[in-house]
């Protein structure tokens, strides 16, 4: 394992184990927000990564220590089913040999891995006799999966879920691993949400989904409502933000050939990727947010953001939408079995300005008060104090 960044580890440092690759996808981007935050509440993170990606480049420009090196980790959920689960459980061992060896050098009091498809850290952890967290931020099935939550489940000190959905997928409420998991959702940095950047976006109303496309995050079902909303309300105009791997390549091409059969070519807009800074500006500038998911969201940090921006969100009725979302008083939640229901929500937003107005207010609000950074962290350290002592 070789070092891509070195940085002095305080007394307290907490390891964290994460999958990292060419797009830095909602479970890296929590993590980067961690790593970055950690240090005012008292401990020092150290990053292990299996690639430099986009989780490691910006974490090394802010001075946060990471460690490259083969790790063992799934690639996506669909090598839950594949030969290569095999292969990725075999490197998994020594992966965590190389990451036991770097505990005791540098003294980690905590391994955090982020997600339920890194198995190293928990190998490496029981093998320090060091406290392990398991950062659950999936909702996965199947035979696999139960062979996988049992792992978690017993190589995990604390088992952190980030919503109830994914809470009761991990130990079902009343069941007696449930006492092992605690819910701490995903935060946002409220000062960064509190200062977009203005854009030129003329006079025509903004409506906008983010998501890697991906065949359950909904860009199908949000094209066939951008139709029927578009027949409603006039001058409007429908964002789709989100890049794909190359596995999804034809689902991008099936969306364009909708697109094109729905005749929105002008009103409906592909964005394939934007930066940090850029993504608030753009959310900041929209009169509707969607989040169209069509399975069960684990949390969806993108409407905590949505929420930081005051902007009044329309989601599918499932995941952890449901603990961020109180129907009609910070938002509108919607079916995901078709675009009928999601279409009538947007409309009534888009004819409604006080309406859009009240909602966003009361979702920024929700935000203060339940879903910040801080307030994340501050659970977090929390919890490792706990477990150090």
């Known amino acids: 394992m070789k070092h891509s960044a070195t940085g002095p580890t305080g007394p307290k440092t907490v390891l964290y184990v994460s999958f990292d690759g060419d797009l830095m996808a909602g479970a890296e981007a929590a993590l980067f927000g961690l790593a970055t935050g950690l240090a005012s509440h008292g401990w020092s993170p150290l990053v292990a990564v299996p690639v430099q990606g986009a989780l490691a480049r910006p974490l090394i420009d802010a001075a946060v220590p990471v460690h490259v090196g083969e790790l063992g980790i799934l690639r996506n959920r669909h090598e839950l089913r594949s030969p290569k689960l095999l292969w990725r459980l075999a490197t998994t061992v020594p992966a965590a040999v190389r990451l036991a060896a770097l505990i005791r050098r540098t003294g980690v009091r905590i391994v955090h891995s982020n997600t339920s498809v890194v198995l190293a850290g928990a190998l490496a952890a029981r093998l320090t006799g060091t406290p392990h967290v398991w950062h659950v931020r999936e909702i996965f099935g199947g035979p696999a999966w139960r062979?996988?939550?049992?792992?978690?489940?017993?190589?995990?000190?604390?088992?952190?879920?980030?919503?109830?959905?994914?809470?009761?997928?991990?130990?079902?409420?009343?069941?007696?691993?449930?006492?092992?998991?605690?819910?701490?959702?995903?935060?946002?940095?409220?000062?960064?949400?509190?200062?977009?950047?203005?854009?030129?976006?003329?006079?025509?109303?903004?409506?906008?989904?983010?998501?890697?496309?991906?065949?359950?995050?909904?860009?199908?079902?949000?094209?066939?409502?951008?139709?029927?909303?578009?027949?409603?309300?006039?001058?409007?105009?429908?964002?789709?933000?989100?890049?794909?791997?190359?596995?999804?390549?034809?689902?991008?091409?099936?969306?364009?050939?909708?697109?094109?059969?729905?005749?929105?070519?002008?009103?409906?807009?592909?964005?394939?990727?934007?930066?940090?800074?850029?993504?608030?500006?753009?959310?900041?500038?929209?009169?509707?947010?969607?989040?169209?998911?069509?399975?069960?969201?684990?949390?969806?940090?993108?409407?905590?953001?949505?929420?930081?921006?005051?902007?009044?969100?329309?989601?599918?009725?499932?995941?952890?939408?449901?603990?961020?979302?109180?129907?009609?008083?910070?938002?509108?939640?919607?079916?995901p079995d078709g675009p009928i229901e999601m279409a009538d929500a947007i409309t009534a937003l888009l004819r409604n300005p006080s309406l859009r107005q009240e909602l966003g207010a009361a979702a920024r609000r929700r935000a203060e008060a339940e879903y910040t950074l801080d307030l994340e962290i501050s659970h977090l350290t929390a919890l490792y104090d706990k477990l150090a002592a």
């Open 147 to 335: 062979v996988l939550r049992r792992i978690i489940l017993t190589l995990s000190d604390r088992v952190v879920c980030i919503s109830t959905a994914v809470a009761d997928n991990v130990a079902p409420p009343g069941s007696p691993q449930r006492a092992r998991v605690v819910i701490i959702p995903g935060g946002a940095d409220l000062s960064h949400f509190s200062t977009p950047r203005p854009l030129e976006v003329g006079d025509k109303l903004r409506v906008g989904m983010i998501g890697r496309i991906n065949p359950w995050k909904g860009q199908e079902l949000f094209l066939r409502a951008a139709h029927l909303v578009a027949q409603r309300v006039p001058d409007v105009e429908f964002f789709m933000v989100g890049g794909y791997i190359a596995a999804h390549a034809p689902l991008y091409r099936r969306l364009l050939a909708i697109r094109s059969a729905l005749g929105l070519e002008e009103q409906v807009h592909f964005i394939e990727h934007l930066d940090r800074d850029a993504v608030r500006d753009f959310m900041a500038s929209l009169d509707v947010f969607v989040l169209p998911s069509t399975k069960p969201e684990p949390q969806g940090l993108v409407v905590v953001e949505a929420m930081a921006l005051s902007r009044p969100i329309v989601a599918t009725r499932q995941g952890g939408p449901l603990d961020m979302i109180t129907h009609g008083v910070n938002g509108l939640l919607v079916s």
